[in-house]
């Protein structure tokens, strides 16, 4: 299906050509940025509501501008869309988050006009910052440096440690808050209700204005009057209304809030702001979803609401002729509840992530039992280890990419006390369109190296319960890892008893001759899968889930090297230093000299693509594991799995 983007977006292959559109036209250039976004995102998916309520400040910052050597730095990347399209990418913008495509995020190695590669939160004051403060090294003084944040991005103590250097640093640069009061789920915190004041009392900003404007027109000097104008508003400031104060405080000079898709208004305030030197915040007020009312409405499901009908707002499901397995993100949602039920020492946090982890269901029923404390990682592993200093049982849950975020506070706060907090980590492992910056490669490996850490990893939806189960038995008194992929398991009927699993303890699931596949997690179905299809070879492996990388079940792996001179380890982490390095680190302290090989994420970035194409790339899908297994019995047959 071919999509026809309008006669002024046609016109636009980069921010040159945007300039050329006299300024009463931008709004239906805007119209026509918008519809191509709906259109094309309805019928290849992706991020949505973000980019639609971007629309008219992504134009105007093009149109002010001079990108790409003014440099634009986008905050998460989800709302980059219209960015992308502006800048040259319109015609391959049908491949964006697709395998071999455009990535869903701003990406350096993409475009000139993509200043910072992003994906995770928070980043862009400081990257923008460390832009600003290089040009004037390089005396550079003409260039312009703008960082877009929104408001949830904002609550991560990133932000507040860029902005506090930015006040005193001096750089020109200018910080646009993007307020539209939700990220993925609606933003929660004090910060969230002080900007919700400042919205709501506008006085001063009204003020400011009439002032501003008015000395602007006087003969004596446009930017002295002004320069006069700040100064006066600086003294009133306090009696009119003290919402500017936060960052004001933090030496950076705040305007607005401005309605941020009054097209007109967004030009004329950014071409005001390019004359102010200094650092500077401009508060922007828009619309998660604008211009498509049921993303306007429902603002979470229209984050990224896969494939739907663009007229009806129908969004398609997958339809299947039998039950099917549930995600693992809502047996752990579900199981926790039922185990609160059971265990009132049971507390639960994420940061921002309630509808992603599934902790909302507990968060609807027990909401003084589970938080979702904002995009703050770091404070979110600490405020666990806080509450399990007075005997809470604290499930604390994370994506595992942005574990990475608060690794100091596991280390210091959590492993070294020995404090038993349990970190689930959902997204473990490769988690497809989303890419390089989302994928849950390195978690095995950096915890692997902490003393005091139990690591998990559940081959299905039961043994994720029973690992759940085991983590809050009062028995448990250390940190407890468990990490499950994105997407569904294997099990329909999921909801089986739970049992407590012995720490450190593996399974074997089939004896087999000569070789010995050591799976960890949910790849172990990947390896069955493999086991059923080297019957038609002759070849029947044996297989172990081990379900630990640490401690490892020596036992076990005794019996393993002792009884098979060929092993292939299975993990959907990196194979340096992660769950196969634990294996071959046993062997070199016993003396095994075993043939091995270890399948998993290779040592390097891995993009982009759906799961069935990126476990494929990396090997360790069904068929990679047979192709190593009859490589390793020098088996030369091709098999299609």
């Given at each position: 299906m071919t999509i026809t983007p309008g006669p002024l977006l046609q016109s636009v292959d980069n921010p040159g050509d945007l300039k050329k559109i006299p300024m009463e036209k931008l709004h239906e250039?805007?119209?026509?940025?918008?519809?191509?976004?709906?259109?094309?995102?309805?019928?290849?998916?992706?991020?949505?509501?973000?980019?639609?309520?971007?629309?008219?400040?992504?134009?105007?910052?093009?149109?002010?501008?001079?990108?790409?050597?003014?440099?634009?730095?986008?905050?998460?990347?989800?709302?980059?869309?219209?960015?992308?399209?502006?800048?040259?990418?319109?015609?391959?913008?049908?491949?964006?988050?697709?395998?071999?495509?455009?990535?869903?995020?701003?990406?350096?190695?993409?475009?000139?006009y993509d200043t910072f590669g992003v994906g995770h939160s928070s980043t862009s004051v400081s990257a923008a910052l460390g832009m600003a403060m290089a040009a004037r090294y390089k005396g550079e003084t003409d260039r312009k440096v703008v960082a877009v944040i929104g408001d949830g991005s904002m609550t991560a103590g990133m932000a507040f440690e860029a902005m506090n250097h930015a006040g005193v640093a001096d750089s020109d640069m200018l910080i646009v808050l993007n307020?539209?009061?939700?990220?993925?789920?609606?933003?929660?915190?004090?910060?969230?209700?002080?900007?919700?004041?400042?919205?709501?009392?506008?006085?001063?900003?009204?003020?400011?204005?009439?002032?501003?404007?008015?000395?602007?027109?006087?003969?004596?000097?446009?930017?002295?009057?002004?320069?006069?104008?700040?100064?006066?508003?600086?003294?009133?400031k306090g009696m009119v209304n003290s919402s500017a104060n936060l960052f004001e405080a933090l030496k950076l000079r705040y305007f607005g809030p401005i309605d941020?898709?009054?097209?007109?208004?967004?030009?004329?305030?950014?071409?005001?702001?390019?004359?102010?030197?200094?650092?500077?915040?401009l508060h922007v007020i828009t619309t998660k979803g604008k211009g498509y009312?049921?993303?306007?409405?429902?603002?979470?499901?229209?984050?990224?609401?896969?494939?739907?009908?663009?007229?009806?707002?129908?969004?398609?499901?997958k339809?299947?002729?039998?039950?099917?397995?549930?995600?693992?993100?809502?047996?752990?949602?579900?199981?926790?509840?039922?185990?609160?039920?059971?265990?009132?020492?049971?507390?639960?946090?994420?940061?921002?992530?309630?509808?992603?982890?599934?902790?909302?269901?507990?968060?609807?029923?027990?909401?003084?039992?589970?938080?979702?404390?904002?995009?703050?990682?770091?404070?979110?592993?600490?405020?666990?280890?806080?509450?399990?200093?007075?005997?809470?049982?604290?499930?604390?849950?994370?994506?595992?990419?942005?574990?990475?975020?608060?690794?100091?506070?596991?280390?210091?706060d959590i492993a070294i006390q020995k404090l038993p907090v349990v970190l689930c980590l959902d997204r473990a492992g490769l988690v497809g369109d989303d890419g390089p910056t989302h994928h849950g490669c390195y978690d095995i490996a950096y915890f692997r190296c902490i003393p005091n850490m139990i690591i998990s990893s559940p081959m299905n939806e039961a043994e994720l319960r029973n690992l759940m189960y085991t983590a809050q038995l009062e028995s448990m008194q250390q940190p407890f890892v468990i990490r499950y992929p994105r997407g569904e398991g294997v099990m329909p009927e999921w909801q089986t008893p739970m049992e407590e699993v012995e720490i450190g303890k593996g399974r074997k699931l089939k004896d087999g001759q000569e070789l010995a596949i050591l799976s960890l997690g949910h790849p172990g179905n990947f390896a069955a899968a493999a086991i059923r299809n080297l019957k038609n070879d002759g070849i029947s492996p044996a297989h172990f889930d081990m379900r630990f990388a640490k401690p490892l079940d020596e036992a076990l792996l005794h019996e393993a090297l002792s009884a098979y001179d060929k092993i292939i380890t299975v993990e959907d982490g990196t194979v340096a230093g992660g769950f196969g390095s634990a294996v071959l680190e046993f062997m070199a302290q016993h003396g095994y000299k075993n043939e091995i090989k270890i399948l998993g994420i290779p040592d390097r970035i891995v993009e982009h693509g759906t799961l069935k194409e990126l476990h494929h790339e990396c090997g360790y899908d069904a068929e990679g594991i047979a192709s190593a297994v009859r490589e390793m019995m020098e088996v030369k047959v091709s098999v299609s799995l």
């Open positions: 250039f805007c119209e026509e940025l918008r519809q191509y976004i709906i259109d094309v995102v309805s019928v290849h998916g992706g991020h949505f509501a973000a980019s639609l309520g971007v629309v008219e400040l992504t134009t105007a910052l093009h149109y002010v501008y001079n990108t790409p050597y003014d440099q634009l730095v986008w905050d998460v990347g989800h709302q980059a869309y219209g960015h992308k399209i502006i800048t040259g990418r319109r015609d391959s913008f049908e491949t964006n988050r697709k395998y071999k495509g455009l990535s869903g995020f701003p990406k350096r190695s993409e475009s000139e307020d539209n009061g939700i990220g993925i789920d609606p933003n929660v915190g004090a910060l969230k209700e002080y900007l919700t004041d400042i919205t709501l009392s506008p006085a001063y900003n009204r003020f400011r204005d009439d002032v501003w404007n008015a000395l602007g027109k006087l003969p004596v000097g446009k930017n002295f009057t002004r320069a006069m104008a700040h100064k006066l508003t600086e003294g009133i941020g898709h009054n097209i007109s208004k967004l030009v004329d305030t950014l071409n005001d702001l390019k004359h102010i030197p200094g650092p500077k915040l009312a049921l993303a306007e409405k429902d603002q979470t499901r229209w984050h990224a609401p896969g494939l739907f009908d663009k007229v009806t707002g129908e969004i398609y499901q339809k299947y002729d039998t039950p099917q397995a549930p995600k693992y993100q809502d047996v752990f949602g579900k199981t926790i509840i039922e185990l609160a039920k059971q265990n009132n020492k049971i507390m639960a946090i994420t940061p921002a992530m309630p509808s992603g982890s599934s902790l909302k269901y507990m968060m609807e029923e027990m909401p003084d039992r589970a938080f979702d404390v904002g995009i703050c990682e770091q404070h979110a592993a600490t405020l666990s280890a806080g509450m399990a200093t007075q005997g809470m049982r604290v499930f604390c849950n994370i994506y595992s990419s942005f574990m990475q975020r608060a690794y100091d506070q596991v280390v210091h």
